[in-house]
């Protein structure tokens, strides 16, 4: 029996189908992508949104309103940040998202707003919700300056200082120029896989990591698949997100290339009706 909506069951990443949907609404704002240097989001303070200006204090939270629709949560780590919100560098050709570029700060961005619950881009293991991808294509300046530069999917749960200190979380993440899968599985300690992947200083690279409601993440570095073998329990909402920490030296964190989202083609025809292909 189909159900009138209309959008394309097909993966973002690789075109291969990705299985039942119930349901067209799992879909609405439910997808956002950006090519930078374009789209300024705004900046608030969480205390008191769309009035009171961004703030730097260690453990602070902000809000970034997207021009796609999407809501973004940005969490201050290390010594504070004296730069409040990331922004367009127009001349350079990318979103400068690292915030100050010195040493020990860094800068979590949690995508859907910050309500992880009720993120848009949320996946319970055995729900009826699609499965969902997280994007960056992303350089980091000098990478033997990078302590973390993560993109993956976290446990719904409140900010933490510590990449380390999350209760489940799957990842991909740059450590000065190496490329791990790292995962957590009920409060273990980091796993950490190394993908024989380097990075040079200055070198695009781009992470894609997918969750679905089968509780089985995968990993994607410049589109080349990454097996790595995780199950979460029956009950986990995961919600993407992007972590950065900078050691001795700062650097950067420019992004070029920025999706996530249900995995799903973008186009739309309420005209067509959506059948069930799993």
């Not at 009720?118 to 000098?142: E, I, K, M």
Request: some cysteine; overall charge negative; hydrophobic content about 40%.
């Amino acid at each position: 029996m189909g159900t009138r909506g209309g959008v394309s069951f097909v993966s973002q990443g690789d075109k291969s189908v990705v299985g039942k949907v119930l349901n067209d609404d799992f879909y609405k704002q439910a997808y956002h992508k950006m090519f930078y240097p374009a789209g300024q989001p705004r900046a608030d303070s969480v205390l008191t949104p769309g009035y009171g200006p961004p703030t730097g204090a260690t453990g602070d939270v902000n809000l970034l309103s997207f021009p796609s629709g999407m809501l973004a949560a940005y969490h201050i780590k290390g010594a504070g940040q004296t730069i409040l919100a990331p922004f367009n560098n127009a001349s350079g050709g990318y979103f400068d998202a690292g915030l100050d570029q010195a040493a020990a700060e860094g800068v979590e961005y949690l995508l859907g707003g910050i309500s992880t619950l009720h993120s848009p881009f949320a996946v319970t293991q055995g729900g009826n919700a699609p499965a969902a991808f997280n994007r960056l294509r992303f350089d980091t300046g000098t990478v033997a300056n990078v302590a973390e530069a993560a993109v993956g999917f976290r446990r719904a749960e409140a900010f933490q200082a510590n990449l380390d200190d999350y209760a489940d979380l799957v990842c991909l993440n740059l450590q000065g120029g190496n490329v791990f899968v790292e995962t957590i599985l009920n409060g273990a300690a980091t796993s950490s896989v190394d993908t024989g992947i380097d990075v040079a200083d200055d070198e695009q690279v781009t992470f894609e990591v997918r969750m679905g409601p089968d509780g089985v993440p995968s990993f994607w570095v410049n589109n080349t698949r990454i097996n790595v073998s995780y199950q979460s329990d029956a009950g986990d909402v995961w919600v993407p997100f992007r972590f950065w920490l900078q050691v001795t030296g700062g650097t950067a964190f420019r992004w070029y290339e920025d999706g996530v989202g249900r995995l799903w083609h973008e186009r739309n025809d309420p005209k067509v009706i959506a059948k069930d292909i799993s």
